[in-house]
């Protein structure tokens, strides 16, 4: 894909590389950055691919500034906000479709926004509203299955999924359910 050109589903149902996912997001921000408006310098984002990831879809790796708040406005000294990381799932493009690999992508690019002007970000009222705006998902789906499941005794709810080993997948029934407040069993599916 050239620099340029605009992502198309037919490119991203081709992709077969990790060079090839990062060419093509890239190029699907920069359409998207232009069609939702956003505020964000795609120079001050690095891009990798993460074949580890079963969880997230993708993430944005940014460094942490203690007095840093979403809503107050960061002045940048020199050329701009810092470099954040753009970290794609290898997994989650290959098993999402065009339009939900692009809604993850827009809802990573709040993100970067959000850092790019206050130097924080989080999934609060202001990522909502905005995530709303660009037709984001506030969460994005779980695309690989836990090894455990936690359900409420009670109500059979499922209200957890561990993806490894942990205290609570270990001692299960030492905790209760926010539904019923009944104790947890886990299944491992």
């Not at 959000?114 to 609060?124: D, E, I, L, M």
């Not at 209760?176 to 886990?186: I, K, T, V, W």
């Amino acid at each position: 894909m050239e620099r340029g050109k605009a992502a198309s589903p037919n490119e991203f149902e081709a992709i077969e590389t990790h060079t090839s996912l990062v060419r093509w997001s890239k190029a699907y921000a920069r359409s998207a950055i232009d069609n939702y408006d956003f505020d964000v310098s795609l120079d001050a984002v690095e891009w990798e691919v993460s074949t580890r990831a079963k969880r997230r879809a993708a993430a944005v790796k940014s460094p942490s500034f203690s007095d840093a708040e979403v809503g107050t406005p960061r002045t940048w000294n020199g050329d701009g906000p810092p470099s954040c990381t753009m970290s794609l799932s290898w997994r989650a493009a290959q098993s999402f479709e065009y339009e939900e690999w692009a809604a993850t992508l827009r809802h990573e690019l709040v993100h970067v926004e959000q850092f790019q002007t206050f130097g924080s970000t989080n999934h609060g009222t202001a990522f909502k509203e905005r995530a709303d705006q660009v037709d984001a998902p506030v969460r994005v789906r779980r695309f690989s299955d836990p090894k455990y499941v936690l359900t409420c005794t009670d109500c059979g709810e499922n209200v957890a999924h561990r993806y490894r080993d942990c205290k609570l997948v270990r001692h299960a029934d030492a905790y209760r359910s926010g539904c019923c407040e009944a104790p947890l069993r886990c299944l491992e599916p």
